[in-house]
């Protein structure tokens, strides 16, 4: 038997593996997750139509309604916006925005969460007290608005002109910020029972440096947590997004995400276009669900007590 069929096999034996399988309702949010990103990621070749190409655009095709209605057209499944864009279209380009937001939102907030916990933790002392006291001032306040804060802040301080070049870092940046505590305060608590274990103990006996003992020693043993707050603040962040973006301080109109989908389709929701913001809506409601369901499975999945 060779080294990569064990593998294979030691993997689908394991206790995640086993978990998985016996999860129909995991199994159904990870193909869902999984239809998503492949959308998104792949939306150039997938994607029936171009809706950032005016070159194709028909604005005689605006406010078409989805194809099984009764003045519906085959190519263009959902129905149209008002520029005469696909529907379908624009939630695949849209989506590759709001995934792309809430992974690189999520990847800063855990260095930066995890790099403040650790620090809190180990050293403990005046550090740790001001890095608690700043994130018990942050608890004080509803994420989205520190995140409209720190967007506004970041909005006055750029040149006007960079607005929409910088719109989407400044965005990950808002959300990530908005976002660290989390972490910080589970691996703080972690690291202050792991670094009076013996193991500990001894790596400090033989001279082992601070930072290496918490990178090679400490982290690993408290990347558990960390891993389940990552998956289910990934949904959180898309969500925040979504709600940035559709109050119009998000991503310009020119790199539409979901969130921006939804508000330009409120605006003819009155006049009879529901599909323009239905759809895209639906589409955003089945990726955050699809992401906490695998969340929620991870998080069982660590539990040592459930299994």
Known sequence: MSAVSLWLRRAWEHDFAWSFRHSPVTIAAAVLTLACLCGALFAPWLAPHNPFDSATLNLSDGF??????????AKYLLGTDDQGRDVLSTIMYGARISLGV????VLFSLVLGVSLGLLA???????DAFIM?????????????????????ARIALPRESHDALAIYVLV????????VDYARTVRGSTLVEKNKEYVQAARVIGRHPLAIMLRHV?????????????????TAIITEATLSFLGVGVPPTQPSLGTLIRIGNDFLISGEWWITLFPGLALVVLVLSVNLLGDWLRDALNPKLR
């Open 64 to 73: 078409t309604p989805p194809s099984w209605t009764d003045k519906g057209q």
């Open 102 to 105: 809430g992974l690189a939102s």
């Open 121 to 127: 933790g180990y050293l403990g002392g005046r550090l």
């Open 133 to 153: 006291r700043i994130a018990d001032i942050q608890l004080s306040f509803p994420a989205i608005l520190i995140a409209l804060l720190i967007d506004g802040v």
């Open 173 to 180: 940046v808002a959300i990530g910020l908005s976002k660290w």
């Open 219 to 235: 982290l690993p043993n408290v990347t558990g947590p960390v891993l389940v707050i990552a998956t289910i603040n990934i949904a």
